[in-house]
């Protein structure tokens, strides 16, 4: 066949519209998954650096070098060290929750006044390292912090215990720049059971109170994150049906895989698809599968999220330095990238993960998690807040030995009790 000058062009104009229309489906060359991460943030929901601030240094910045190796420093020699800048910056990391946490014993006694205190280390630690840490309050400035080349940080409260059962504390929370609570951490409060009910069949359980759903609703109209890691599998259920907004789970991982109370079960997984929100996956190997864990059992945990309710509403909660041991292959903040080199590998026995969906799991979804809650925060500007004091029988109830710790309980009585006591004579009343 005989090809004129403007047959020839055509024909190679059609050739190239060919080859443009239906690109090959190999990856691009030398590509690896970790390479999302320089074009969306990778976003940690639960890291417990500060608390190891707190034990270690006291709290006291003065001598403390996150830009150094603390591998090498014999003070941060401690099982459940595993943070620092040179290794998150290694980690490809964009952004982080830094945890405010406070240990149970200090249920009704000075939680309050702890949490504060771990608030303003967080916000310290980000002062003092102006050049990689920006301090983020607002969904659309996680984005802003990773074109400028920082870590999103985020403060959030573990455990609903630090509100000592007062919504003004909440509200005060948010003004410090909380964006995000665990509604309990391993203790049971007036308003919420913790997960270890769950182990015990005969443990009575009151789930989340009616006054402990005012909680979560005022969170909603605050734009605060509702997280339901660490809390009873009845109060996971209550919150998905209380809760305007998405919620997390920040740092939880799948029960049908490692049986444990700390981890979700799938009829909770399923609502959780229901409310638009994210379980963020623990890497601690206890939760994940035993002492000899790997990255591959943690990439198990990702992918069953994935195939059972979708890649929607699965996130990254690692747990560094808020446990002890962490699986071969993710020893510490330095081995993000390598989950998702893997994920993009053929040749495993799951489906290779494409670009879009790498970025999701990294941290489109728990941005638009945030957004979210935010929008639903907008929607309620109009609300009056909620200021009905906790009912006093829910607090002693949970604890009678509170007299000993508020002094103001007697106002949290019914009307009428407090009327018979105050005006009856004993002998009466």
């Keep these: 066949m005989v090809l004129t000058n403007i047959n020839f062009i055509t024909f190679?104009?059609?050739?190239?519209?060919?080859?443009?229309?239906?690109?090959?489906?190999?990856?691009?060359?030398?590509?690896q998954g970790s390479d999302v991460l320089n074009e969306v943030p990778l976003i940690d929901g639960h890291n417990d650096l500060?608390?190891?601030?707190?034990?270690?240094?006291?709290?006291?910045?003065?001598?403390?070098?996150?830009?150094?190796?603390?591998?090498?420093?014999?003070?941060w020699n401690v099982s459940s060290s595993f943070t620092d800048l040179p290794r998150l910056r290694q980690g490809k990391l964009g952004g982080q929750f830094w945890v405010a946490?406070?240990?149970?014993?200090?249920?009704?006694?000075?939680?309050?006044?702890?949490?504060?205190?771990?608030?303003?280390?967080?916000?310290?630690?980000?002062?003092?390292?102006?050049?990689?840490?920006?301090?983020v309050t607002e969904a659309d400035q996680i984005m802003e912090a990773h074109r400028q080349g920082k870590i999103a940080s985020m403060i959030e409260i573990e455990g609903g215990h630090s509100?000592?059962?007062?919504?003004?504390?909440?509200?005060?929370?948010?003004?410090?720049?909380?964006?995000?609570?665990?509604?309990?951490?391993?203790?049971?409060?007036?308003?919420?059971?913790?997960?270890?009910?769950?182990?015990?069949?005969?443990?009575?359980?009151?789930?989340?109170?009616?006054?402990?759903?005012?909680?979560?609703?005022?969170?909603?109209?605050?734009?605060?994150?509702?997280?339901?890691?660490?809390?009873?599998?009845?109060?996971?259920?209550?919150?998905?049906?209380?809760?305007k907004a998405p919620v997390i789970f920040s740092h939880s991982s799948v029960y049908n895989i490692k049986p444990h109370s700390r981890n979700v079960k799938d009829h909770v997984l399923q609502k959780l698809k229901q409310n638009n929100g994210v379980i963020m996956i623990n890497f601690y190997s206890a939760y994940i599968a035993n002492d000899t864990a790997t990255i591959y059992d943690v990439i198990n945990h990702i992918n069953y999220v994935k195939n059972f309710i979708g890649v929607d509403y699965v996130g990254i909660g690692s747990d560094y330095d808020g446990v002890t041991r962490m699986p071969i292959g993710l020893e510490d903040v330095s081995k993000y990238p390598k989950i998702f080199d893997l994920l993009a590998e053929e040749g495993h026995d799951w489906e290779p993960w494409t670009e879009e969906e790498l970025k999701k799991l990294a941290g489109l979804n728990l941005i638009r998690v945030f957004k979210q809650v935010e929008a639903i925060r907008d929607s309620l500007i109009d609300e009056e807040i909620i200021d009905q004091p906790i009912p006093y029988e829910d607090v002693f109830t949970a604890n009678p030995n509170v007299t000993q710790c508020w002094t103001d309980l007697d106002k949290y009585k019914p009307v009428v009790n407090r009327f018979i006591e105050e005006f009856l004579p004993a002998e009466i009343a």
């Excluded at 050739?15 to 030398?30: E, Q, R």
Aim: hydrophobic share 35%; glycine share 4%.
């Design 12 to 31: 190679i104009g059609c050739l190239v519209l060919t080859i443009t229309a239906f690109p090959s489906n190999k990856k691009k060359l030398n590509w």
């Design 50 to 75: 500060p608390y190891n601030l707190y034990n270690i240094e006291n709290n006291m910045l003065n001598n403390f070098e996150l830009d150094s190796d603390l591998k090498s420093n014999p003070k």
């Design 101 to 135: 946490y406070v240990s149970c014993n200090r249920n009704y006694k000075d939680a309050v006044e702890r949490t504060i205190e771990q608030i303003d280390v967080i916000k310290r630690l980000i002062d003092k390292y102006p050049k990689d840490l920006m301090y």
């Design 163 to 243: 509100l000592d059962s007062r919504l003004s504390s909440l509200r005060i929370f948010y003004e410090l720049g909380v964006r995000c609570m665990t509604i309990t951490h391993n203790c049971n409060i007036p308003w919420a059971d913790n997960n270890q009910v769950d182990n015990n069949v005969s443990t009575p359980k009151r789930n989340l109170t009616e006054w402990g759903k005012n909680v979560i609703l005022e969170m909603n109209r605050l734009g605060m994150i509702a997280d339901i890691s660490h809390v009873s599998e009845g109060v996971m259920v209550d919150v998905l049906a209380t809760s």
